[in-house]
């Protein structure tokens, strides 16, 4: 069973996007704040981690360069998600695996979570 | 007839003998038929009376008186004792029988005495002289003639010596008659002034004594050789003794008339070379003072060269007095031979000679505009000014013998006076000399004129340059200004603004320094001096009502002072620190009419001081600012506000994102559970609602977009792409949205496009949309796209309500809606061919539309080709 991380400070699409997931069979656990999310991960050893760039007031791209840090976390995947279309450079340079623009096509979701859940 | 009667025939004398008494005749010889043509007997008959009326009317009162007066002799004693001797002669015209007169010469003598001794008869003996008179007659009128004649002759002989003695006195040649010898017989008067002789002195002296030893063997040789040729002239130059010593030139001409009786001696000729050598002087002065007229502009200079020239050559004194036109005495330029004499001279002059009353000097000159002499300055000219005893002491003491003086007339217009003095005691000057004088007041004249003419072309050449160089100025002037108001409207930093209007300030103004202030919160703030090429960072600020700019503020009025430490407003401690000498501040406006800013230019260049120039420069600089100023102004509120709605946009899009990524899921997963149950009518709506939150999201994009092209920072990312998947994938994808439409694809791309995918996705799809949008169902949407060298025309059309003429103008502007209402069957906001058009012309294509009112329309667009190298196959097959 694959496990996702999902970290977004709309709940809304923290239960949405997590009710989706785990319809298609994946674990999900789901954090509006970064610190509590990677303190998790390193629990949880989730297999792939989604996240917004933008997190109420924090910069999704510190939490990514935290995980890549650590040796538990460095090698999970990290898709990052912004409703900012530029942000998919960014995204790339803070060292995210992929980006996803919002709102989204849910095949769309599905087909990069697919990907890197391998 | 016996002897006695034949001899008294013979006699060819008329014998007659008559009674004084009775009157008759006492006896005729027959000799009367000879003489007269009468006989005896007729004159015995006829008696006194008869004969005496034979007698010529004019003859006859002398015959009666003749022998009245004899008779009274005769009858005198003394004479009785005289028998015999005729007492009477006379010659008198009778006439001859035939009627012509006949002349006769009669003695008359006493015949015999009565007792008285009284005469009593008279013997007469006639004698016919008629011819010897005749001949008289006509030797008295040859003689006459010949006596008239003479007369004549004499008279004019008289008449031609006394012009030639004339000519020969009153010539300036000298003439002498020399005899063979040398010896001078006669000299004409000119020799004393040639020679300072009398001419007694030369008389029969030896003419050669005179001549200069070295030039004598010449002047021998030439007598000699005329002595041979008479009748010949010739020519000898020969310097001869002067009275006074000196040795004069003379040009001698000797003719040879030795041989002419009335002549009888050669005729010599004497010019003086000196005086000729003298005029040769004056002409080559003339030629200088031609020369000087020619070389020389500046007369001042000009004229007192001349005055040197004239002294001593034509004159010991020479003053040339120049008058402007109001008659004024402009200038005098004077030269005298001796120095000591000057001021003697310059008081004659200056006190007498130059006023109008005077009847001589340059007062009468200048002011009856005619040439004066006093060709001998004698006693009785002085005697004309006894009225001043001064002149007269005066003129004795400079010993004044000759006077000339000459106005100096130039264009008709009298200009000035020239006087020629002279103490020369043997010379006066002549007409000739006035003439001369006139010439060169003439030449004088016109040299005064040209130079005056020059001068005031050259002052207005002078004034001309001092307007051009004005204009030159001024021009520089505007020239900084223009630049400085377009510099400064490119700039949006009224900072820079300001710095930028300063620097022009203090070039146009010639200034050393400059400084702008900018009013903040009341305060006039001042950032930069500029000094030079520097640029200062002070930080001064001044409160309102403080410093100069406080009284600018104040008075809305420019200010200025020539003297900074004695002014008022001028702040000490800045006007040291700075160095300030002389200022201005000038204010600069806003649009409410406050003042916003101000210039303040220091020390105007070459100690100026700051006027009327300076200020209209910094009004029109101050002009500028207000403008600049107030543009900055706008355009930071405008940039302000721009940013702050697309700061809204971009917030207000982000945050629709948001609730439609949780709807787009919550949707799929409603979707996921209806499939489960199966229930198609739920499946239906909840389709519609997913549907709904597409074009949302569509929207929000397309405003995020907008914005987003409106702050420019649209990104492209472009790659090769084959082209005709996109189509066909965009295609399948319309195809689910609307199955009403008939999609068809026309040509085929050989080569792939290199553009932002994505965003020509969009393109695309929203050109399709309105294609939808704007025809019927079941219409067509033809696809063509045409492949070029370098690009792809890509025509998209549909069979809809197309768009008028009018309409397609505006179409590719931001929010415009071409359509009515009604036909609206999905609503957007007309956004969508704005962004399009944009993503294309960032492609560095061109959109464009063919349409017609209720045909349809056509929308095409142009993107870049891969290039295809040579011998490169196509990308795709």
Redesign the interface.
Same mark, same amino acid.
């Given at each position: 069973m694959k496990k996702i991380l999902i970290i977004d400070d709309?709940e +809304? !699409?923290l239960?949405? &996007?997590s !009710? &989706?997931l785990e +319809?298609q069979g994946y674990v999900i656990s789901t954090f509006t704040k970064g610190e509590d999310a990677v303190k998790k991960a390193f629990v949880f050893s989730p297999d792939l981690i989604i996240l917004d760039l933008l997190l109420s007031g924090k910069d999704g791209c510190d939490i990514v360069k935290l995980l890549r840090k650590f040796r538990t976390t460095k090698k999970i995947p990290i898709i990052m998600m912004s409703? $900012?279309?530029?942000a998919e450079k960014s995204a790339k340079n803070c060292g995210a695996d992929d980006f996803l623009a #919002?709102?989204? +096509?849910?095949d769309e979701l599905l087909g990069v979570v697919r990907k890197y859940s391998k | 007839m016996d002897i006695e009667n034949k001899v008294m025939s013979f006699v060819p004398a008329l014998i007659a003998a008559y009674s004084i008494r009775t009157g008759k005749y006492l006896y005729v010889n027959n000799s009367l038929n000879k003489l007269l043509g009468y006989s005896p007997g007729e004159f015995l008959n006829g008696g006194m009376s008869f004969v005496a009326s034979l007698v010529h009317p004019d003859d006859a009162p002398m015959i009666f008186r003749k022998n009245s007066e004899a008779l009274k002799v005769a009858n005198n004693k003394k004479f009785a004792q005289k028998m015999n001797e005729s007492f009477v002669n006379f010659e008198y015209r009778m006439k001859h029988k035939s009627g012509r007169w006949v002349w006769l010469q009669t003695s008359g003598s006493v015949f015999s005495r009565d007792k008285n001794g009284k005469v009593e008869s008279v013997l007469n003996i006639s004698v016919d002289i008629t011819e010897r008179k005749i001949a008289e007659e006509k030797l008295k009128k040859i003689s006459h003639t010949l006596e008239l004649q003479i007369k004549q002759r004499t008279e004019q002989i008289s008449l031609n010596e006394k012009k030639f003695r004339s000519l020969i006195e009153h010539s300036s040649d000298a003439i002498a008659l020399i005899t063979k010898t040398g010896k001078v017989s006669y000299v004409s008067p000119p020799i004393t002034r040639i020679l300072g002789y009398r001419q007694n002195d030369f008389l029969g002296i030896n003419g050669f004594s005179f001549v200069h030893p070295s030039d004598l063997p010449r002047a021998t040789k030439v007598l000699s050789q005329l002595l041979l040729k008479p009748g010949t002239s010739t020519t000898v130059e020969v310097r001869v003794k002067h009275k006074n010593g000196g040795w004069i030139w003379i040009e001698v001409t000797g003719t040879n008339l030795l041989f002419d009786p009335t002549v009888g001696a050669i005729v010599a000729n004497f010019r003086d070379l000196t005086e000729r050598k003298q005029h040769d002087k004056w002409q080559e002065l003339l030629g200088k003072v031609t020369d000087k007229m020619v070389a020389s502009f500046d007369h001042s200079l000009t004229l007192g060269e001349i005055a040197k020239l004239i002294v001593p050559i034509m004159a010991d004194y020479c003053r040339i007095v120049t008058v402007d036109e109001r008659k004024q005495i402009q200038g005098i330029v004077v030269n005298h031979n001796d120095p000591s004499k000057i001021s003697l001279t310059k008081d004659l002059y200056n006190n007498y000679m130059d006023k109008p009353e005077m009847t001589y000097g340059v007062g009468s000159i200048l002011k009856k505009g005619k040439a004066e002499m006093i060709s001998v300055v004698d006693e009785r000219i002085l005697k004309t000014v006894r009225r001043y005893p001064s002149i007269i002491k005066i003129t004795k003491k400079i010993g004044l013998t000759s006077y000339m003086g000459v106005p100096l007339i130039a264009r008709r217009k009298i200009i000035g006076a020239i006087t020629f003095s002279s103490i020369q005691k043997d010379t006066h000057y002549s007409k000739q000399d006035l003439a001369f004088a006139e010439e060169i007041a003439r030449r004088i004249a016109l040299l005064i004129d040209n130079s005056r003419l020059y001068q005031d072309a050259v002052r207005e050449i002078d004034q001309r340059k001092e307007i051009e160089k004005k204009l030159l100025m001024r021009t520089r002037q505007l020239e900084i200004l223009s630049r400085a108001s377009r510099d400064v409207n490119k700039i949006l930093n009224i900072n820079t603004i300001m710095r930028t209007l300063v620097k022009s300030a203090i070039e146009a103004t010639d200034s050393q320094a400059g400084t702008y202030g900018i009013i903040n919160n009341e305060k006039m703030e001042f950032v930069e001096y500029l000094s030079g090429s520097r640029v200062k960072q002070i930080n001064i600020s001044l409160e309102k009502g403080n410093g100069v700019s406080g009284i600018v503020r104040k008075t809305k009025k420019f200010y200025l002072s020539n003297d900074a430490s004695r002014d008022k407003y001028m702040d000490p401690a800045l006007q040291k620190r700075f160095g300030i000498q002389n200022f201005i501040n000038f204010p600069v406006f806003g649009r409410d009419g406050e003042i916003t800013a101000c210039f303040e230019l220091h020390n105007k260049e070459n100690n100026e001081a700051y006027g009327k120039e300076d200020i209209e420069i910094l009004e029109g600089l101050g002009a500028s600012a207000s403008i600049a100023y107030e543009n900055t102004q706008l355009l930071n509120r405008q940039r302000e506000l721009e940013k702050r709605k697309d700061d809204f946009i971009s917030m207000a899009? $982000?945050e629709l %994102? *948001?609730? &439609? *990524?949780?709807? #787009?899921?919550?949707t =799929? !997963?409603l979707k996921?559970r209806v499939i489960v149950t199966d229930d198609n009518e739920i499946y239906h709506f909840i389709r519609k609602v997913d549907d709904q939150?597409l074009k949302l999201?569509r929207l929000v994009n397309e405003l &995020?977009d907008m914005s987003?092209i409106g702050n420019s %920072?649209l =990104?492209l990312n472009f790659e090769s792409f084959d082209f005709n998947e996109l189509i066909t994938d965009i295609i399948e994808a319309m195809q689910g949205v609307t199955s009403q439409h008939i999609f068809q694809i026309k040509g085929k791309l050989k080569r792939e496009v290199k553009a932002d995918r994505y965003r020509i996705y969009q393109v695309i799809t929203n050109i399709l949309n309105n294609a939808i949008k704007y025809s019927k169902k079941g219409s067509k949407i033809i696809i063509t796209l045409k492949e070029d060298r370098n690009s792809v025309t890509v025509g998209i059309q549909d069979f809809g309500i197309g768009i008028s003429k009018e309409h397609q103008k505006y179409i590719f502007d931001r929010l415009y809606q071409a359509t009515e209402s009604k036909e609206k069957t999905y609503p957007g906001l007309g956004i969508g061919l704005f962004i399009s058009s944009e993503i294309i012309r960032r492609h560095e294509g061109v959109m464009w539309v063919e349409s017609r009112k209720r045909y349809g329309s056509t929308f095409y667009f142009t993107l870049p080709l891969v290039r295809l190298d040579m011998g490169q196959k196509p990308v795709l097959n």
């Open positions: 709309n +809304d !699409i239960d949405s &996007l !009710i &989706l +319809d409703a $900012h279309p530029s #919002k709102p989204f +096509d849910i | 899009s $982000h %994102k *948001t609730p &439609l *990524t949780s709807m #787009k899921a919550y =799929q !997963i996921n939150i999201t &995020l987003r %920072k =990104q």
